[in-house]
């Protein structure tokens, strides 16, 4: 599996994560590995950090994909049937699975979109501080597999959750960290400004920041985005 650009971007500017003493990225793909390993199925996979609320997704290879969609080669299957008989063929998904012939095929197809979910949370210091989101192309490819996949990334199997995110919600959120990440960066960086031009703690410059926002009716990341080219400016006058 390979990160989604947004994954490998937060990374890049804005790394390096460790997790367990390694690179993020590099823990990552081998927790993705291990994963797949143990289910063949597994189209992708998010980590989330409820500390931190970010996310980070991997994806499964156009190389990966297409060895499932191989698979009709194998037993048969519409484009197969199509070349014997000089026709189109067409049918339902549902359609497909009713077929005992091509049962095999209506698995592979399956890998185009997310068939079942396997939601685990990761537990630290008696507290839920992050979640591991796993996707799979067909139906039952976690059943089984919830105790080995939650030794994979340290989580508690006993709270897993199945089939909660059909739609990959969380590919959109942690398409969202490297703005995330930036806002940080910056609303640490213009409380620090308020914080020296005011003579008081970063702290309360961060307090500052929020309640001046909260007056004007803007977000605090738009006033601290504003008070850092401000800044900018001054220094270049």
Request: proline share 4%; hydrophobic share 45%.
């Amino acid at each position: 599996m390979e990160p989604i650009p947004e994954t490998a971007q937060a990374i890049t500017d804005f790394g390096p994560f460790v997790i367990e003493d390694d690179d993020l990225l590099t823990e990552l793909q081998e927790k993705a590995q291990h994963v797949q390993d143990l289910v063949p199925q597994c189209l992708g996979l998010s980590l989330a950090s409820n500390q931190d609320e970010l996310t980070f997704t991997l994806v499964a290879t156009a190389n990966e994909i297409a060895v499932l969609d191989a698979i009709q080669y194998v037993q048969g299957g519409p484009c197969v049937e199509a070349v014997k008989a000089e026709r189109v063929v067409a049918r339902e998904q549902a359609g497909l699975f009713d077929e005992q012939g091509w049962h095999l095929f209506a698995r592979a197809t399956a890998a185009v979109g997310v068939a079942s979910t396997l939601t685990l949370p990761i537990i630290g210091d008696g507290h839920v501080i992050g979640s591991v989101n796993l996707y799979a192309a067909t139906p039952t490819a976690f059943d089984g597999h919830h105790e080995a996949i939650a030794r994979v990334f340290d989580a508690w199997a006993p709270g897993a959750v199945s089939n909660a995110d059909l739609s990959f919600t969380t590919r959109s959120v942690a398409e969202t960290a490297p703005d995330l990440l930036r806002e940080d960066i910056d609303l640490t960086v213009a409380s620090g400004l308020i914080a020296r031009q005011d003579h008081v703690s970063v702290e309360d410059g961060r307090r500052r920041l929020r309640n001046a926002a909260r007056r004007a009716g803007v977000s605090e990341a738009q006033l601290a985005q504003t008070i850092i080219e401000l800044r900018r400016l001054q220094d270049t006058e």
